[in-house]
Protein backbone atom coordinates (compact mmCIF):
# COMPACT_ATOMS: atom_id res chain seq x y z
CA UNK A 1 0.00 0.00 0.00
CA UNK A 2 1.26 3.26 -0.48
CA UNK A 3 2.70 5.12 2.38
CA UNK A 4 4.17 8.36 1.00
CA UNK A 5 1.73 10.50 -0.30
CA UNK A 6 2.90 14.07 -2.15
CA UNK A 7 1.08 17.15 -2.52
CA UNK A 8 0.95 18.77 -4.73
CA UNK A 9 0.65 15.91 -7.22
CA UNK A 10 1.52 19.00 -9.99
CA UNK A 11 3.69 22.57 -9.28
CA UNK A 12 4.38 25.06 -12.25
CA UNK A 13 6.50 28.13 -11.15
CA UNK A 14 8.49 30.74 -12.69
CA UNK A 15 12.19 29.74 -13.38
CA UNK A 16 13.90 31.67 -9.90
CA UNK A 17 11.00 30.84 -8.13
CA UNK A 18 11.32 28.87 -4.93
CA UNK A 19 9.32 25.43 -5.38
CA UNK A 20 7.54 23.40 -2.29
CA UNK A 21 6.55 20.08 -2.24
CA UNK A 22 5.05 18.14 0.62
CA UNK A 23 5.31 14.42 1.59
CA UNK A 24 3.09 12.48 4.55
CA UNK A 25 3.42 8.93 5.83
CA UNK A 26 1.76 6.90 7.64
CA UNK A 27 3.77 4.45 10.09
CA UNK A 28 7.25 4.77 11.97
CA UNK A 29 10.10 5.09 9.94
CA UNK A 30 13.65 4.77 10.23
CA UNK A 31 14.36 7.58 7.32
CA UNK A 32 12.74 9.22 4.73
CA UNK A 33 14.37 9.93 0.95
CA UNK A 34 13.52 12.22 -1.52
CA UNK A 35 14.48 11.46 -5.37
CA UNK A 36 13.68 12.66 -8.54
CA UNK A 37 13.01 11.27 -12.02
CA UNK A 38 13.25 13.14 -15.64
CA UNK A 39 10.67 11.86 -18.04
CA UNK A 40 11.86 8.56 -19.33
CA UNK A 41 14.12 8.24 -16.83
CA UNK A 42 15.52 6.36 -13.40
CA UNK A 43 15.63 7.52 -10.12
CA UNK A 44 18.15 9.81 -9.17
CA UNK A 45 18.58 10.58 -5.06
CA UNK A 46 18.88 13.47 -3.76
CA UNK A 47 18.55 13.88 0.07
CA UNK A 48 18.19 11.37 2.64
CA UNK A 49 16.66 12.32 6.27
CA UNK A 50 16.73 10.45 9.12
CA UNK A 51 14.15 10.14 11.85
CA UNK A 52 16.34 11.70 14.05
CA UNK A 53 16.67 14.77 11.82
CA UNK A 54 14.46 18.02 11.45
CA UNK A 55 15.98 19.43 9.16
CA UNK A 56 18.68 19.12 5.76
CA UNK A 57 20.32 20.91 3.60
CA UNK A 58 21.77 20.52 0.14
CA UNK A 59 22.85 23.08 -2.73
CA UNK A 60 19.56 24.35 -3.09
CA UNK A 61 17.34 21.76 -1.65
CA UNK A 62 16.21 22.15 1.76
CA UNK A 63 14.46 19.15 3.45
CA UNK A 64 12.13 19.13 6.99
CA UNK A 65 11.21 16.40 8.84
CA UNK A 66 8.38 16.23 11.59
CA UNK A 67 7.93 12.90 12.89
CA UNK A 68 4.94 14.25 14.92
CA UNK A 69 3.01 15.21 12.04
CA UNK A 70 4.43 12.21 9.98
CA UNK A 71 5.17 14.98 7.18
CA UNK A 72 8.35 16.46 5.33
CA UNK A 73 8.51 18.98 3.13
CA UNK A 74 11.25 19.61 -0.08
CA UNK A 75 12.08 23.47 -0.37
CA UNK A 76 13.95 23.66 -4.08
CA UNK A 77 15.23 27.44 -3.75
CA UNK A 78 15.77 29.03 -6.91
CA UNK A 79 14.48 26.88 -9.01
CA UNK A 80 15.82 26.36 -12.81
CA UNK A 81 14.30 25.06 -16.32
CA UNK A 82 16.63 22.11 -15.30
CA UNK A 83 14.47 21.18 -11.88
CA UNK A 84 11.74 20.23 -14.47
CA UNK A 85 10.85 16.45 -13.08
CA UNK A 86 8.91 14.14 -10.87
CA UNK A 87 9.94 14.13 -6.96
CA UNK A 88 9.28 11.24 -5.24
CA UNK A 89 9.64 10.94 -1.62
CA UNK A 90 10.41 7.35 -0.26
CA UNK A 91 9.85 6.06 3.30
CA UNK A 92 12.53 3.32 4.61
CA UNK A 93 10.86 0.46 7.28
CA UNK A 94 12.09 -2.19 7.23
CA UNK A 95 14.12 -2.49 4.70
CA UNK A 96 11.74 -1.52 2.16
CA UNK A 97 11.46 1.68 0.66
CA UNK A 98 7.61 2.69 -0.06
CA UNK A 99 7.13 5.47 -2.35
CA UNK A 100 4.11 8.09 -2.95
CA UNK A 101 2.72 8.97 -6.18
CA UNK A 102 5.00 11.85 -6.84
CA UNK A 103 4.79 15.88 -7.63
CA UNK A 104 5.11 16.43 -11.38
CA UNK A 105 7.23 20.25 -11.33
CA UNK A 106 7.56 22.26 -14.18
CA UNK A 107 9.66 25.59 -14.12
CA UNK A 108 8.74 27.78 -16.58
CA UNK A 109 11.48 29.39 -18.56
CA UNK B 1 32.17 2.86 -11.46
CA UNK B 2 29.45 2.06 -13.96
CA UNK B 3 26.01 2.60 -12.89
CA UNK B 4 23.30 0.31 -12.65
CA UNK B 5 22.48 -1.28 -16.06
CA UNK B 6 19.53 -2.59 -17.27
CA UNK B 7 18.09 -3.82 -20.40
CA UNK B 8 16.94 -4.31 -22.66
CA UNK B 9 15.61 -0.55 -22.22
CA UNK B 10 12.31 -0.92 -24.14
CA UNK B 11 10.52 -4.51 -24.74
CA UNK B 12 7.21 -5.28 -26.59
CA UNK B 13 5.94 -8.62 -25.98
CA UNK B 14 3.00 -10.30 -27.46
CA UNK B 15 0.29 -11.46 -25.00
CA UNK B 16 1.15 -14.58 -23.97
CA UNK B 17 4.90 -14.52 -24.69
CA UNK B 18 8.03 -14.42 -22.19
CA UNK B 19 9.56 -11.32 -21.20
CA UNK B 20 12.90 -11.10 -19.20
CA UNK B 21 14.58 -8.77 -18.04
CA UNK B 22 18.01 -8.13 -16.90
CA UNK B 23 19.67 -5.76 -14.02
CA UNK B 24 23.47 -5.61 -13.30
CA UNK B 25 24.42 -3.85 -9.89
CA UNK B 26 26.81 -1.06 -9.39
CA UNK B 27 29.83 -2.79 -8.56
CA UNK B 28 30.30 -4.08 -4.96
CA UNK B 29 26.33 -3.86 -4.45
CA UNK B 30 25.11 -7.23 -3.56
CA UNK B 31 21.54 -5.91 -2.69
CA UNK B 32 19.12 -5.55 -6.10
CA UNK B 33 15.71 -4.26 -5.60
CA UNK B 34 13.06 -4.46 -8.78
CA UNK B 35 10.16 -2.19 -8.40
CA UNK B 36 7.55 -1.49 -11.37
CA UNK B 37 5.94 1.77 -12.16
CA UNK B 38 3.23 2.79 -14.51
CA UNK B 39 2.80 6.09 -15.94
CA UNK B 40 2.29 8.99 -13.75
CA UNK B 41 2.07 6.79 -10.56
CA UNK B 42 5.27 6.00 -8.09
CA UNK B 43 6.98 2.77 -7.72
CA UNK B 44 5.72 -0.41 -6.67
CA UNK B 45 7.99 -2.66 -4.87
CA UNK B 46 8.07 -6.20 -6.33
CA UNK B 47 11.34 -7.91 -4.96
CA UNK B 48 14.55 -7.68 -3.33
CA UNK B 49 17.31 -10.09 -3.44
CA UNK B 50 20.84 -10.59 -2.50
CA UNK B 51 23.07 -12.69 -3.91
CA UNK B 52 21.46 -16.50 -5.18
CA UNK B 53 18.68 -15.46 -1.94
CA UNK B 54 15.06 -13.99 -2.65
CA UNK B 55 14.89 -12.14 0.59
CA UNK B 56 10.98 -10.50 0.26
CA UNK B 57 9.13 -11.32 -2.78
CA UNK B 58 5.95 -9.53 -1.00
CA UNK B 59 5.57 -7.29 -3.89
CA UNK B 60 5.32 -9.58 -6.85
CA UNK B 61 2.37 -11.75 -8.59
CA UNK B 62 2.72 -15.37 -7.18
CA UNK B 63 1.44 -16.56 -10.59
CA UNK B 64 4.16 -15.57 -13.81
CA UNK B 65 6.14 -13.67 -12.17
CA UNK B 66 10.22 -15.23 -11.19
CA UNK B 67 13.09 -13.19 -10.14
CA UNK B 68 16.98 -14.80 -9.64
CA UNK B 69 20.04 -12.97 -8.49
CA UNK B 70 22.86 -15.89 -9.22
CA UNK B 71 26.01 -15.95 -8.03
CA UNK B 72 27.30 -14.91 -11.46
CA UNK B 73 25.60 -12.57 -13.67
CA UNK B 74 22.84 -10.05 -13.99
CA UNK B 75 19.53 -10.34 -11.74
CA UNK B 76 16.65 -11.44 -14.08
CA UNK B 77 12.82 -10.55 -14.10
CA UNK B 78 11.23 -12.87 -15.76
CA UNK B 79 7.23 -12.85 -16.80
CA UNK B 80 6.09 -15.36 -17.98
CA UNK B 81 2.53 -15.45 -20.77
CA UNK B 82 2.59 -11.25 -20.55
CA UNK B 83 -0.40 -10.02 -20.38
CA UNK B 84 -1.11 -6.06 -21.39
CA UNK B 85 -1.77 -4.97 -17.55
CA UNK B 86 1.87 -5.80 -17.62
CA UNK B 87 2.97 -2.89 -20.09
CA UNK B 88 5.13 -0.91 -17.48
CA UNK B 89 8.25 0.42 -17.05
CA UNK B 90 10.14 -1.89 -14.39
CA UNK B 91 13.27 -0.34 -12.50
CA UNK B 92 15.82 -1.99 -11.11
CA UNK B 93 17.81 -0.55 -8.00
CA UNK B 94 20.53 -1.66 -6.33
CA UNK B 95 22.77 -0.77 -2.81
CA UNK B 96 26.21 -1.75 -1.21
CA UNK B 97 24.09 -3.48 2.07
CA UNK B 98 20.44 -3.54 2.96
CA UNK B 99 18.89 0.09 3.09
CA UNK B 100 18.17 -0.25 6.73
CA UNK B 101 22.18 0.20 7.38
CA UNK B 102 22.56 2.69 3.72
CA UNK B 103 19.31 4.08 3.11
CA UNK B 104 20.22 5.54 -0.66
CA UNK B 105 19.34 2.98 -3.71
CA UNK B 106 20.86 3.63 -7.12
CA UNK B 107 18.70 3.40 -10.11
CA UNK B 108 19.21 2.08 -13.75
CA UNK B 109 17.26 3.49 -16.32
CA UNK B 110 14.48 0.94 -16.34
CA UNK B 111 13.12 -1.35 -18.92
CA UNK B 112 9.55 -0.45 -20.47
CA UNK B 113 7.65 -3.29 -21.23
CA UNK B 114 4.98 -3.17 -23.63
CA UNK B 115 2.19 -5.94 -24.31
CA UNK B 116 0.56 -5.93 -27.51
Known amino acids: SQQGEEDPQALSIQEGENATMNCSYK?????LQWYRQNSGRGLVHLIL???NEREKHSGRLRVTLDTSKKSSSLLITASRAADTASYFCATESNYQLIWGAGTKLIIKP | NAGVMQNPRHLVRRRGQEARLRCSPMKGHSHVYWYRQLPEEGLKFMVY????????ESGMPKERFSAEFPKEGPSILRIQQVVRGDSAAYFC??????????????FGEGSRLTVL
Open chain 1, 49 to 51: IRS
Open chain 1, 27 to 31: TSINN
Open chain 2, 49 to 56: LQKENIID
Open chain 2, 93 to 106: ASSPQGLSNTGELF
